[in-house]
């Protein structure tokens, strides 16, 4: 009962009876939307991607539909919105070690840590789902906005303390190769549906980046 007590406010409630009868008093707000993102969360991590529904998390939640379409437009917008706000970010260090090959992996595996938490499942659905709406470039932003701006930035750096070595020369490196990386991780959740291996990862970097920036 005192769990009960402490989900509600004490004001008038002006709340629908679908609303009513599933919280009590309204619940506003952060406090509305926090109880939705971890109806998600819970959600995704009982059932996965492809059995989570807009009417079960509003259960769970103890909420109706129609509050959570006023916030996410679909399922995928609101499991984008969970894994923002549950997923740790990256750190935003960049990898400093006197070396290109270890600063990439190091970079690297700092992006697929967060993606093995979401989860192969998830991550393929939500891919899918933005590719459907050719939306695909947007994905990253979509969970941690400004995410593909900071992986860019923490390439170039990265590169730029190789060229100033002698590894490489910057100015001869498209934008396309700097982000490849990055982008061959997210294709291959895409197609294997699996977690990516280290194995993957060194391959991506030592088999395909590594040759196109020193040459």
């Known amino acids: 009962m005192e ?8 004001r008038p409630d002006r709340s629908t009876g679908d609303e009513r009868r599933h919280t009590g008093n309204r619940r506003r707000g952060e406090i509305l939307e926090a109880a939705i993102l971890q109806a998600a969360w819970d959600e995704l991590f009982d059932g996965g991607y492809t059995h989570l529904t807009m009417e079960g998390v509003a259960a769970r939640a ?36 006197g070396d290109l090959r270890n600063d990439v992996l190091i970079l690297l595996h700092g992006i697929a840590q967060p993606l093995q938490i979401i989860g192969a499942e998830t991550m393929h659905g939500l891919m899918v789902e933005y590719l459907d709406k050719d939306m695909i470039s947007s994905f990253p932003q979509r969970m941690h906005p400004g995410t593909e701006s900071r992986l860019t930035t923490a390439m170039m750096t990265i590169l730029k303390n190789a060229d100033t070595r002698g590894e490489v020369k910057l100015d001869t490196i498209s ?13 291959e959740i895409l197609t ?24």
Do not use: C, M
């Open 3 to 10: 769990e009960q007590k402490s989900d509600q406010i004490s």
């Open 62 to 97: 103890r909420t109706n539909k129609a509050v959570l379409y006023r916030r996410w437009a679909n399922k995928a917008k609101l499991v984008a919105a969970a894994i923002s706000k549950h997923v740790p970010r990256p750190t935003g260090d960049v990898p400093d070690t």
């Open 175 to 187: 934008p396309r190769v700097i982000s490849l990386p990055a982008v061959l991780l997210q294709y």
């Open 192 to 215: 294997t549906h699996e977690p990516i291996a280290d194995t993957t990862i060194d391959e991506i970097v030592d088999d395909i980046f590594l040759p196109l920036v020193r040459a």
